[in-house]
């Protein structure tokens, strides 16, 4: 399997897969529970940057394609 990155894999893909979730919480507490999330399902956690910069910042990006690969795109 492709591994998952904040580049590449839409936010949907992420949200399907409960550690990818765990992930997201933990970089970026209550991004997955915001009642406009699956909105954003079609976009990358990159492109959403600029609609959230508070929230998504380079460091949580950094972070989470870190913790992301570890998880091996299972």
């Given at each position: 399997?492709?591994?998952?990155?904040?580049?590449?894999?839409?936010?949907?893909?992420?949200?399907?897969?409960?550690?990818?979730?765990?992930?997201?919480?933990?970089?970026?507490?209550?991004?997955?529970?915001?009642?406009?999330?699956?909105?954003?399902?079609?976009?990358?956690?990159?492109?959403?940057?600029?609609?959230?910069?508070?929230?998504i910042t380079d460091?949580?990006?950094?972070?989470?394609?870190?913790?992301?690969?570890?998880?091996?795109?299972?």
């Amino acid at each position: 399997a492709q591994d998952y990155t904040t580049t590449d894999t839409d936010i949907g893909t992420l949200l399907d897969d409960p550690a990818a979730v765990e992930i997201l919480e933990r970089h970026m507490p209550g991004f997955t529970t915001n009642a406009q999330v699956s909105m954003t399902r079609a976009l990358t956690l990159v492109s959403l940057k600029s609609f959230a910069p508070t929230m998504i910042t380079d460091e949580a990006l950094e972070n989470i394609d870190a913790d992301l690969a570890e998880l091996g795109g299972k």
